[in-house]
Nanobody
Framework: EVQLVESGGGSVQAGGSLRLSCVVS????????MGWFRQAAGKERERVAE???????QYADSVKGRFTISQDNAKNTLYLQMNSLKPEDTAMYYC???????????????WGQGTSVTVSS
């Protein structure tokens, strides 16, 4: 059974940093891709970052250069390091996973519970 358990959300001042964590189980990095989505109140869901087998990464233009997605395979954990945070980064952040064939089309059937990030100006 695929399970994603997130942590690390909270409140931070603009310019600060947060590190989101997602402990994963039920799949291997060789067969599944992972990523982070976010959804701000009143706005559409947005892909933030994606990673495939700790190799190929993609980022939304709005976060590129500020956010970094990474994997610690020994700990079965996915991370999103968020630096230089802006108020517009305020959103619910979700850890996602899916088979490689589905993730190639940005389709992720498995989602974490979400962790809230609030950035104050």
């Amino acid at each position: 059974e695929v399970q994603l358990v997130e942590s690390g959300g909270g409140s931070v001042q603009a310019g600060g940093s947060l590190r989101l964590s997602c402990v994963v189980s039920g799949f291997t990095y060789k067969t599944y891709s992972m990523g982070w989505f976010r959804q701000a109140a009143g706005k559409e869901r947005e892909r933030v970052a994606e990673i495939e087998d700790d190799d190929y990464t993609q980022y939304a233009d709005s976060v590129k250069g500020r956010f970094t997605i990474s994997q610690d395979n020994a700990k079965n954990t996915l991370y999103l390091q968020m630096n230089s945070l802006k108020p517009e980064d305020t959103a619910m952040y979700y850890c996602v996973a899916g088979p490689n064939w589905a993730a190639a089309g940005h389709e992720y059937p498995f989602w974490g519970q979400g962790t809230s990030v609030t950035v104050s100006s």
